[in-house]
Every structure is written in structure tokens, then in C-alpha cells.
């Protein structure tokens, strides 16, 4: 095997601890909200500096590989992805969570991680050179097929829901044109708000759609966050691995994604995730309950991200051309330590390459033991935390993490006022996943579309440019494919029903007022953004946001219709207390508003002590008075310093 000869180096003590730390590190790093798998290896990198290229590479790659599986803790026990990747994980570990099974879900994502990452180091290590010419055939229309193709998976999991899918899409790609165009200097969408010039934060974005709607309702209810009934029963790993044999076809076939889907440069872990369990649920029998705690989701989703890993550094290392943020990082360091990249690093360096390789084997092995510890520790303390102490420390990490990504207290209010508005989405059953996707995405999507159009108006044939090309119209087939599929089933569970003597009938819940009016804010939205169009300067600013804005309003005028005519799912109450609801999306803002004057220490205690107060539904005692003080001073400036002393984050000060 190539470079088999250097396994035995990568097996030094030094590198094994390295690896061994750089799994730990990352791994709690991915579990942070607003701490990424870019910014875990950005922090460390300063330390490899000094050392050996190939022991440099063992630790930057077993941080990265450590921090995508980090996300899944979060994922599964609080709804929030630690990481983009992390985006499928929550659509069943967090239910599975809630069923009490959250330690055989955390156990089951260690596992596929695992055996994704090996997938994929396993095809850096042979398949290197000739997959590396993949990403070299997709030019900018197929990144432009390729984000339209990601979003039509979270679509097309809306089920019967379609369009709001769509819908969300649409609107998420439109939110990603927000601030200075790239392609121009024009600015896009701000309406004069200044803190939009900066655009809006895909993670900070991330954070608040999926964990500010959690915490919102946690303050409102006097129930636990997870069942106490069943405690933790340990690793469950027998279990666990009975279900990843009966998932064996899954795990290899996500993991095949995720390897494939790494290669191409911007696609990532979040796109990998979202085709893998797209085709986990299009095959599933009918017994899978996707989306409702079923193992084979969370397979899905962790073998192909971390299958990404080693998929994404292929590119980097044969073409220079980084396949994620954290391979461009690494990349970097590569470029610094003296690593020459290109097509002959194989022959010319392989002895600091293939010790790097086999280095990430070892790492994502010890990720196995290193995980199911963390990821025990994770759902315990989860289980055991008072609920008043888990709502405002959630809320507090929330707002650290999210602040960390620019050191920007825009990004916290933005933050939090997404999270409001995911929220009030999800009360009337629109999915905040196509939102999100449409901001991971867009960027992708309006380069890939502005490129195309160009050189389609300079050939004169800008139709061809984007349906004329091989690989463009694969991807096409595979998107309308993944939106056909669920009117296909539905037909066909429709036949079924009929040929059964049961008259399938259009259920109708009268007109749903909620659903209405959100679909006329957006069709609004995109009528603003088509007015807003008129005033830029470039043709390469106007032609993206334009095409969107169209979409979302047609899409939304679908949505409309059938609110109207009562069709779909109508939307549900839940109870719980408005007034908690509301003191803690307003505290939570006034802290992101104030902690530019008052300091982000001052700010933070405040806001700690509120929603202390929120998150308690029991009497107080004098106990648990000081014992919420002292664990919460503790958190805040524990924290604090953390960020601010070690990974370097110019938190706020009193300016008074």
C-alpha cells in the first residue's frame, strides 16, 4: 500500500498524542455553538509552526476531523448543529433525543463518524490524483445546478410542504445578497441599516434559526428539555452497532457521498449531509420514520460529513484548490512548513504527506473512544442541569459564539431576531432548513450564476451556458428527480389507498391565517428586493437577487393559494407562558444592543440573573439562589477569559 512504510512514523508518541489532542480539542470546540471546525484549526495553527511538517498536519487534521463530529452533540441535544454539517443531524437526534434515546443517538454518530472519516481518508490515501480531476470538471454553471441542487433536498424533505420549502429556500438565498454585492460595489438590501452592510452571518444565522426557537420554548414551559425517565444507560454501544449493520448499506453509501461531495471545492459537509440523507430517506422502507428519531438519519448525515474530511483535502493537496474553509487553513500551513502542492507532492513529499494521511487514520480511530466519553459526559450533564441554569447558559453561549465569528455585536442581534422570526416560522410549519441553506448556499449559487451569465452573454447563447453542458444537466436530472420523488410517492400511496377500498381524500383545515400572512411578508420581501434592484449600478449585482426575488414570490404566491384554500397541515399551539417567551428574546437583544457600552462581562451577569429567573417554574430556596450565582459567575467569566485570554476574541469592555 502507498506509503504504507510511513504508518510507522505516524505512529511515534508525538504524533499519537498530537492526534489524540487535536481529536479532544476539536471535538469540544464542534460542540460549541458559533465555534467552528474553521475556527478550531484557525486558533491551533499558530502551534504547528514550530513543529515537524508531518506531525503539523497530523494535529491540524485531527482538530478538523474532531470539530465535525463535534457538532453533533449539539445537534442531537439541544436542536442546535455545532457545525453546519451538522444540519441533518438534527432532524432526527434531537427527536431521538427527546424519545430518551439521545445516548444511543450520540453513540450512533461516533460510530458513522468514524467509519466516514476512514471512507474518507481511505480515498485521499488511494484515490488521490484521479479523483482530484472531479472537481476540476465542474466549472461555474455546475456550482450554480449544484447549490440549486442542495436546496431542492431540504425542499423535497418538507414532504407536503413542498413549496414552503421552496419558499424558504428562495428567501434564504435572497437574505445571502444581503450587504456589499462581491461581484460590485453595490449595496444590496440594507434599506439604509447600517449593520446589514456587513451582510448577515451564515453561523450567527445558523445559531439563532435553531437554537433561539428551542430556547424560547424551554423558558415557556415548566416540563425538562430531555425525559428524565430514561437516564442514560451508558454507551449502548452493542446496540449501536447492531443498528449500524442493519444501516450497512447507508454507511456506505453516505460515506461514498460525503467522499465525493468533499472534492468538489465549497460544496462541504452541509451539502454532503443533505444528499445523504435525502437518498437514506428516498430508499427507506415504510416502516423508517424519517424525521421523527429514526438512527438511520443520523448514519446518514455523520458518515457523510466527516467523509468530507478526507474527500475536501484530495483537491487541496493535488490541485492547491481547498476543498472548505478549514482545508484552505490548512493549505496554508502546508505553504508555510514548506510543502510544495501540485501534482508531484506525492512523488516529491511523500514522506511528509503519507505520514499526514495515516496520521488521520490514527486520528479519526482515537475519535472513536474520545467521542463516546465526551459525547456520555454531553448528554448527562444535558439530562442533569437545572433548567434555569441550561436557559440562560445556553442563551450566554448563544451570544458568546455568535459575537466570536466577526466580534461583531451586529451579528448577536441579528442573531436573535432570526431566532425570533425562525420561531414564528416553525409555529406554522415552515422549515427553517431551507433558510439556512439558502445562506450557505448562496454565495455559491450567485457566483456560479453571475460567471455563467457572463460568459453565456459573451458567447451570445446564455441558454447553452447553463443547459447545454454534460454535467449541468446531470445535476439537473438529479434535482428535479429529488422534487419529483415526493409527488411520485404521494401518487402512489394515493393508488394504493384507492385499490384498498380507502377513499383518499384532500384534507382541508379551513384557511390558515398564520400560513397566509407569512406567505404575503414574503412575497413583499421579494417585491422590496425588486425594487431595490433598480438602484444598482452593475448588471452582475442585479441578475442574481432579481431571478430569486421572482422565485420566492412566485413560490410564496403558491403557499398563499393554498393557505387560503386550506390545504396542508394547519399549525398547532403548544401553550406555555407568552410572557417568558418574550422577556427572553428581549433580553437576550437588549444585551447583543448594550454590550458595546456596558462591557460584555456587565452585560452577561445581567443576563444570566433574568433568565435565571425566566428558566425557574419551581419555588426558590436560599440554596438554590446561591448555587444558580455561583455556577453562573463561574460560566461567565470562565468563558470569558477563555475566549478572550486563549482564542484571542476582543469581547467588549465598559466604554461608560
Not at 499519537?16 to 460542540?31: E, N, R, Y
Not at 514550530?50 to 465535525?68: K, N, Q
Not at 406554522?428 to 460568459?455: H, M, Y
Not at 420581501?525 to 452593475?538: C, H, I, P, Q, V
Request: aromatic share 8%; with cysteine.
Amino acid at each position: 500500500m502507498h506509503g504504507l512504510d510511513n504508518f510507522v512514523d505516524a505512529l511515534t508518541p508525538i504524533n499519537l498524542a498530537f492526534a489524540l489532542f487535536g481529536v479532544a480539542a476539536g471535538t469540544i470546540i464542534g460542540a460549541i455553538p458559533g465555534l467552528t471546525a474553521t475556527m478550531a484549526v484557525a486558533v491551533l495553527v499558530p502551534l504547528t509552526f514550530t513543529l515537524d511538517p508531518a506531525s503539523a498536519l497530523i494535529l491540524l487534521g485531527a482538530i478538523y476531523t474532531g470539530a465535525i463530529y463535534g457538532g453533533a452533540y449539539s445537534a442531537i441535544l439541544l436542536n442546535t448543529p455545532g457545525t453546519p454539517s451538522a444540519i441533518p443531524t438534527t432532524f432526527d437526534g434531537y427527536p431521538m433525543a427527546k424519545q430518551g434515546n439521545g445516548d444511543l443517538a450520540v453513540t450512533l454518530s461516533c460510530l458513522a463518524s468514524v467509519v466516514g472519516g476512514l471512507v474518507g481518508a481511505a480515498a485521499l490515501l488511494l484515490l488521490a490524483p484521479p479523483l482530484s480531476n472531479v472537481a476540476l470538471a465542474f466549472g461555474p454553471v455546475e456550482y450554480f445546478w449544484l447549490a440549486i441542487f442542495g436546496l431542492s433536498l431540504i425542499a423535497a424533505l418538507s414532504e407536503g410542504n413542498v413549496f414552503k420549502g421552496l419558499a424558504g429556500g428562495a428567501f434564504g438565498l435572497l437574505l445571502s445578497t444581503i450587504g456589499v454585492a462581491e461581484v460590485s460595489a453595490d449595496v444590496r438590501l440594507t434599506f439604509g441599516i447600517h449593520i446589514l452592510l456587513g451582510g448577515i452571518e451564515v453561523v450567527a444565522a445558523l445559531i439563532g434559526l435553531y437554537c433561539i426557537p428551542v430556547l424560547i420554548d424551554l423558558a415557556a414551559h415548566s416540563e425538562r428539555h430531555l425525559d428524565l425517565e430514561d437516564s442514560p444507560r451508558g454507551f449502548r454501544l452493542a446496540e449501536a452497532v447492531r443498528v449500524m449493520v442493519a444501516n450497512k448499506f447507508n454507511v456506505a453509501r453516505s460515506s461514498i457521498i460525503g467522499t465525493i461531495v468533499g472534492i468538489l471545492p465549497g460544496a462541504g459537509g452541509s451539502v454532503a449531509g443533505l444528499v445523504s440523507y435525502s437518498e437514506a430517506r428516498r430508499t427507506a422502507r415504510a416502516d423508517q420514520r424519517y424525521g421523527s428519531g429514526e438512527p438511520g438519519g443520523v448514519i446518514a448525515s455523520e458518515s457523510a460529513n466527516n467523509a468530507t474530511v478526507g474527500g475536501g483535502l484530495i483537491p487541496t493537496l493535488v490541485l492547491g484548490i481547498p476543498g472548505t474553509p478549514p482545508d484552505a487553513i490548512i493549505l496554508g500551513a502546508l505553504l508555510v512548513q514548506g510543502v510544495h502542492i501540485g501534482p508531484t507532492l506525492f512523488a516529491n513529499q511523500g514522506a511528509i504527506v503519507y505520514t499526514f494521511v495515516w496520521g488521520l487514520f490514527l486520528a479519526t480511530v482515537l475519535m472513536l473512544p474520545v467521542g463516546l466519553l465526551i459525547g456520555r459526559y454531553a448528554y448527562k450533564s444535558i439530562l442533569n442541569v437545572p433548567k434555569p441554569l441550561l436557559v440562560a447558559g445556553v442563551a450566554f453561549m448563544t451570544i458568546i459564539g455568535s459575537y466570536a465569528i466577526r466580534n461583531s455585536s451586529a451579528d448577536v442581534a441579528i442573531m436573535v431576531i432570526l431566532g425570533l422570526a425562525g420561531w414564528v416560522l416553525s409555529r406554522f410549519r415552515f422549515s427553517v432548513s431551507p433558510i439556512v441553506l439558502g445562506l450557505i448556499l448562496g454565495p455559491i449559487a450567485e457566483q456560479g450564476f453571475v460567471q455563467g451569465w457572463t460568459i453565456g452573454s459573451a458567447i451570445g447563447n446564455v441558454p447553452a451556458m447553463f443547459f447545454g453542458r454534460p454535467l449541468s444537466l446531470a445535476v439537473i436530472a438529479f434535482t428535479l428527480l429529488t422534487l419529483l420523488w415526493p409527488v411520485y410517492r404521494a401518487r402512489r400511496n394515493r393508488v394504493a389507498m384507492a385499490a384498498g377500498d380507502e377513499a383518499p381524500a384532500i384534507e382541508r383545515s379551513g384557511p390558515q391565517w398564520g400560513s397566509a400572512a407569512i406567505s404575503v411578508l414574503l412575497i413583499i420581501f421579494g417585491l422590496l428586493a425588486l425594487n431595490d434592484a433598480r438602484g444598482y449600478t452593475d448588471s452582475d449585482s442585479l441578475v442574481f437577487p432579481v431571478t430569486v426575488a421572482i422565485g420566492l414570490i412566485v413560490f410564496a404566491g403558491i403557499v398563499l393559494v393554498r393557505s387560503l384554500l386550506g390545504l396542508g397541515e394547519a399549525s398547532e399551539g403548544d401553550g406555555g407562558s407568552f410572557p417568558r417567551r418574550a422577556i427572553l428574546v428581549l433580553t437576550m437583544l437588549a444585551c447583543a444592543l448594550l454590550m458595546e457600552s456596558f462591557g460584555f462581562v456587565a452585560s452577561s451577569i445581567a443576563l444570566f440573573v433574568i433568565l435565571t429567573l425566566v428558566g425557574m417554574h419551581e419555588r426558590w430556596t436560599v440554596r438554590t439562589a446561591v448555587i444558580y450565582a455561583i455556577a453562573g459567575l463561574v460560566i461567565v467569566f470562565g468563558f470569558t477569559w477563555l475566549f478572550r485570554s486563549v482564542l484571542g476574541v476582543p469581547l467588549p469592555v465598559m466604554s461608560l
